[in-house]
């Protein structure tokens, strides 16, 4: 156990509709992450929280967006969906902001399956 | 441009046997960290190991050993007398330290142990 949460566990939804996944990363750890993985892309970097704010972007859709709240979970917020945007979601955690100097901690992901 | 290049797609090999997985990375920082992932079939990322760029030395962690050559841009994953337990999909990760934090996957090695 990773100690990072993420909920719900699976998601099924149907195109244009919009979800939020959530994440609570772990205790003390100030960093979330959000890949994406799926079996086209692989496991892709989407964004990137530090203490609430925004730190960096990855290939994230201008459909998607994030927020890190004052108690530091994170959610992540899909609209107008896609059959394409089904998918693994993975939030990660780590203690701060070193480039890869602490490891991230990736919770057990949300699987999102848009009908 | 950073990129992570796992050239095996998939690899069988039969309990007992030691298995190597291969990764080769591509990076114009001087400075970043190396990363191994294992995903079992559970669907969970499971952190491995953390290299950073100045430290060659070759880790061992059990039955699990890690070779980094900084003259080939390379850090292959060795397992020695695999176990069907060992059965997963590898990736291999970087993250540069100058930049943001996120982390490079490759497309990832999925591992077939056969009792």
């Known amino acids: 156990d990773s100690g990072v949460t993420q909920t719900p566990k699976h998601l099924i939804t149907a195109t244009g509709q919009r979800v939020t996944l959530r994440c609570s990363p772990r205790s003390g750890d100030l960093s979330v992450y959000w890949y994406q993985q799926s079996l086209d892309q692989g496991l892709q970097f989407l964004i990137q929280?530090?203490?609430?704010?925004?730190?960096a972007k990855g290939n994230i859709l201008e459909r998607f967006s994030a927020q890190q709240f004052p108690d530091l979970h994170s959610e992540l917020n899909l609209s107008s969906l896609e059959l394409g945007d089904s998918a693994l979601y993975f939030c990660a955690s780590s203690k701060g902001l070193a480039g890869g100097r602490y490891e991230q901690y990736f919770g057990p992901g949300t699987r999102l399956t848009v009908t | 441009a950073q990129k992570v290049t796992q050239a095996q797609t998939e690899i069988s090999v039969v309990e007992k046997e030691d298995v190597t997985l291969d990764c080769v990375y591509e990076t114009r920082d001087t400075t970043y960290y190396l990363f191994w992932y294992k995903q079992p079939p559970s669907g969970e990322l499971v952190f491995l190991i953390r290299?950073?760029?100045?430290?060659?030395q070759n880790e061992i962690s059990g039955r699990y050993s890690w070779n980094f050559q900084k003259s080939t841009s390379s850090f292959n994953f060795t397992i020695t007398a695999s176990q069907v337990v060992d059965s997963a999909v590898y990736f291999c990760?970087?993250?540069?330290?100058?930049?943001?934090?996120?982390?490079?996957f490759g497309k990832g090695t999925r591992l077939h142990i056969l009792p």
């Open positions: 290299r950073n760029s100045f430290d060659e």
């Open positions: 990760a970087l993250s540069e330290a100058n930049r943001d934090d996120k982390i490079i």
């Open positions: 929280y530090y203490n609430g704010e925004e730190r």
